[in-house]
């Protein structure tokens, strides 16, 4: 089994910042790739960001240039760095882990999500 755990929400003005962490623990044989997704009241989820774990990161066009995401390998964690946050960035924020487990099955992963709350 897999588990992700996000945090790092919370409420912030127009303007600021906030860092959502996403860790995997469980019976984790590799890490093919990690993203966030997010989806605001009334909207479809939506892809933020991706990152391989062995090939180069992508984002929406909604984000290029204010958000960062990044990786720590020994723990099995990505970063989703939130700069510039603006009111439309308001949503619930959900981590996405592609894993294969030491039993040989590859399978999409979800965290609960953690929501990320701007005001103008």
């Known amino acids: 089994q897999v588990q992700l755990v996000e945090s790092g929400g919370g409420l912030v003005q127009a303007g600021g910042s906030l860092r959502l962490s996403c860790a995997a623990s469980?019976?984790?044989?590799?890490?093919?790739?990690m993203a966030w997704y997010r989806q605001a009241p009334g909207k479809q989820r939506e892809l933020v960001t991706t990152?391989?774990?062995?090939?180069?990161?992508d984002y929406a066009d909604s984000v290029k240039g204010r958000f960062t995401i990044s990786r720590d390998n020994a723990k099995n964690t990505v970063l989703l760095q939130m700069n510039d946050l603006k009111p439309e960035d308001t949503a619930v924020y959900y981590c996405?882990?592609?894993?294969?487990?030491?039993?040989?099955?590859?399978?999409?992963?979800w965290g609960q999500g953690t929501q990320v709350t701007v005001s103008s």
């Open positions: 469980g019976s984790i044989f590799n890490i093919n790739a």
């Open positions: 996405d882990a592609d894993i294969t487990t030491w039993y040989g099955r590859r399978n999409d992963n």
């Open positions: 990152i391989p774990w062995g090939g180069s990161t």
